[in-house]
């Protein structure tokens, strides 16, 4: 896509909706309320002008720790549209996680969710933070002009960050540039979805990660959609109120959560569903949780890989071209290729790294030279995901690079090990990590979560283990617990399991 020097992401996907006659439209659906695309517009600009009245100039940036209703595009869109660059950061972490955020990237405002306020006893101590506001900031607009002129950026300007979730170590502040939002909206939620003016989109995903963003501003902004918002977390209760109640045509999900909504006696019968088109990211979707979900709905999940560095899914599924157990094919306008630890591609089948080359790549991380110059080499991303790809094309999850085993002087993906454990009857959720034996040798260890009410012993799991994979594979040790450490946005945590 070419795009004039002088652009702004927020007059593009808000402004446009005016233009287009939408002014009329329900843009947004939250715990409180319904929102037009005339009322959207008239926010984002008030709270662009609060801003700056603050003080606040382009370029500065500001920090969001704000649960998904309405005041959050509000806030994010109206700083884009005054020229400050606003910091999106999960909702879920403790306050040395957003001391750190706030003072790695000197933000001069923290947007607040009033409940989240307690995470942030710490706020006298920065030097560089000069403003807090707290949601939800009705009041606060009524006092704004309704008007505002946009700040004169370009397509290449920094438009935002997006904090990694800092699954292996401290999160990276992921600088995008405002021509992404538009690119992804157009390559994916156009280009493999098919989005239309007529979907309601509801994501469990939330706004402050890459693929939330995608799903819940940028794709359904571009299309004239419609968006269900939810503040409370995703789980399979709320997720089922909002389907049955609000009626999506799309949902957004990770593997996780749709594990969990299978297991509940609570899900909804088709009838009660007006659903096209599931998709899932974050992990790979096990085969068995997309055929037993087109079992109980008609409806497919197309599983699909995104990162915080490309923004959104640049290797998916797509209606009338998927493969279970697999991530499918390039999305079109993205290239993708496997290489070896020299940097050589592999041959067809082989497990090697993926590699990405694509227009909506972040411009660095924030104030780390070393890991930009590592995942950032020219044209092509690191993902620090290892795949193969098989003789039509598509490619198959094989683990994190920092994940994998090497078993008797083989490689292992406990991402295989998991799925062949998930797909037994009994087994919710697995996470498969190395143990070294008495030997000192590396071997597969699993903890398993089982799904309520059911019960399957170690030797029972590592005989089925062995039933479908080659028998190396199996887990030496299988650990029964609760639950496993996962992210705020569903990734399991393996590095936390490894001690």
């Avoid at 299978?262 to 992990?283: I, M, Q, T, Y």
């Avoid at 560095?309 to 209606?319: A, D, G, K």
């Avoid at 092509?380 to 490619?395: L, N, P, V």
């Amino acid at each position: 896509m070419e795009f004039p020097r002088s652009y702004n992401a927020a007059v593009d996907l808000v402004d446009g909706n005016l233009e287009a006659g939408r002014a009329g439209k329900i843009a947004y659906i939250d715990d409180a309320g319904q929102y037009t695309f005339g009322e959207l517009a008239e926010r984002v600009s008030r709270f662009g002008n609060h801003l700056l009245s603050l003080g606040l100039r382009m370029e500065d940036r500001i920090l969001i720790a704000m649960h998904d209703s309405i005041d959050w595009p509000v806030a994010f869109l109206g700083a884009i549209k005054a020229g400050i660059v606003p910091i999106a950061v999960n909702t879920l972490l403790t306050p040395k996680d957003y001391e750190y955020m706030l003072s790695d990237s000197r933000a001069k405002a923290l947007l607040v969710s009033e409940p989240l306020l307690p995470q942030f006893p710490f706020l006298k101590k920065l030097p560089f933070l000069q403003h807090v506001i707290t949601s939800p900031f009705k009041d606060l607009l009524k006092n704004t002009k309704p008007e505002l002129a946009a700040a004169p950026t370009t397509s290449d300007d920094p438009c935002f960050w997006l904090y990694s979730s800092g699954s292996t170590g401290m999160p990276k502040g992921t600088v995008h540039v405002h021509s992404s939002m538009r690119i992804t909206a157009e390559l994916y939620a156009d280009g493999v979805l098919g989005l239309k003016e007529s979907d309601v989109i509801f994501s469990a995903a939330k706004f402050f990660f890459a693929y939330g963003l995608g799903n819940s501003l940028s794709f359904p902004l571009a299309a004239g959609a419609t968006t269900v918002l939810m503040a409370e977390r995703p789980t399979p209760d709320a997720v089922f109120k909002r389907l049955t109640e609000k009626k999506p045509t799309l949902f957004f999900g990770v593997p996780t959560l749709y594990a969990g909504m299978l297991a509940s006696p609570a899900f909804p019968k088709k009838e009660n569903l007006d659903l096209r088109l599931c998709v899932s990211a974050g992990e790979a979707l096990p085969p068995q949780i997309a055929k037993s979900f087109k079992e109980k709905t008609g409806v497919d999940i197309l599983d699909g890989i995104g990162s915080t560095e490309m923004l959104h899914i640049f290797l998916s599924n797509r209606p009338g071209d998927f493969r279970h157990g697999t991530t499918g094919k390039p999305v079109p306008g993205y290239e993708v290729k496997l290489v070896d630890e020299q940097g050589a591609e592999v041959k067809q089948g082989e497990l090697g790294e993926l590699l990405i080359k694509g227009p909506t790549a972040a411009n660095l991380y924030w104030n780390n030279r070393a890991k930009s110059r590592g995942t950032f080499a020219g044209e092509w991303t690191r993902s620090g995901d290892k795949y193969t790809r098989d003789a039509d094309g598509y490619y198959a999850y094989g683990g994190r690079t920092d994940d994998m085993l090497k078993v008797s002087g083989i490689w292992v993906s406990p991402a295989e090990v998991e799925a062949a454990l998930v797909s037994h009857e009994a087994v919710l959720e697995a996470a498969v990590v190395g143990k070294e034996d008495e030997q000192k040798l590396v071997k597969p260890k699993a903890y398993v979560v089982l799904k309520p009410g059911k019960q399957a012993t170690t030797e029972e799991l590592q005989n089925y283990v062995k039933s479908k994979l080659a028998p190396y594979k199996y887990p030496r040790w299988i650990e029964f617990a609760t639950e496993l450490p996962k992210t705020a946005t569903g990734k399991i945590q393996r590095f936390k399991l490894r001690g």
